[in-house]
Every structure is written in C-alpha cells, then in structure tokens.
C-alpha cells in the first residue's frame, strides 16, 4: 500500500550539487512527516533531515547548512537539495514516512533508494 520511490542520484564531484526527490503514495501526504536518510557501505543508516508536516524541518550535524529538504504537497513528493557535496555523502539514500516529535524522527516506512556517489 505505502510506497516511496527515490530519484535524482547520480555521481558528482566534490563541491557539487544533486537533488533527490521521493514520491509518496498510499499515505495522506500533507499530514505526514517526512524523512531522508542515508548509509554509507559498511556504516549505519544515519537521518539527514526530516521535514513535519507543518514544514518545520532538521538536520543532521554533517549536513546542517549544506541540505534542503522540502516537500511539495500537490505532487505528493519530498526533495533534499544537495549542496558543497563531500567524498563522505557517499552513501545510498532512502526516504521515510513516519512520526516527528521535537527533535526525533521515527520511521514508518522506506523506499528503495537511490545512489549518491561524489567522487573526482
């Protein structure tokens, strides 16, 4: 029934930019909190930001200032703008749908993900 379909990796070079975008549906999209996370080989899945459904968003530390996430609730679809990539955003990133309280972000559910590769 719920499903979340990441796009938008790609390989860059340090200092460049990407935008994912996760499609949402089986769920009631505007009323929903939203989350990207990311896993790097051989590491954990790590939270990068999650946006509430009042907009209000969070960051992770090692991206803070570096990412957007956004929502666009007509198109039922979550983005994280990727700015001044490093080697170390190397990882597979995932969406999630689920519950934001204050700082925290628990999932519900994730997608398939897609690979973001920054390498010269």
């Known amino acids: 029934q719920v499903q979340l379909v990441e796009s938008g990796g790609d390989l860059v070079q340090p200092g460049g930019s990407l935008r994912l975008s996760c499609a949402a549906s089986g769920i009631i999209f505007r009323l929903s909190a939203m989350a990207w996370y990311r896993q790097a080989p051989g590491k954990q899945r790590e939270l990068v930001a999650f946006i509430t459904s009042t907009g209000r968003t969070m960051y992770g530390d090692s991206v803070k200032g570096r990412f957007t996430i956004s929502r666009d609730n007509a198109k039922n679809t979550v983005y994280l703008q990727m700015n001044s990539l490093k080697p170390e955003d190397t990882a597979v990133f995932y969406c999630?749908?689920?519950?934001?309280?204050?700082?925290?972000?628990?999932?519900?559910?994730w997608g398939q993900g897609t690979q973001v590769t920054v390498s010269s």
């Open positions: 999630s749908v689920g519950a934001a309280r204050d700082y925290r972000f628990v999932g519900d559910y």
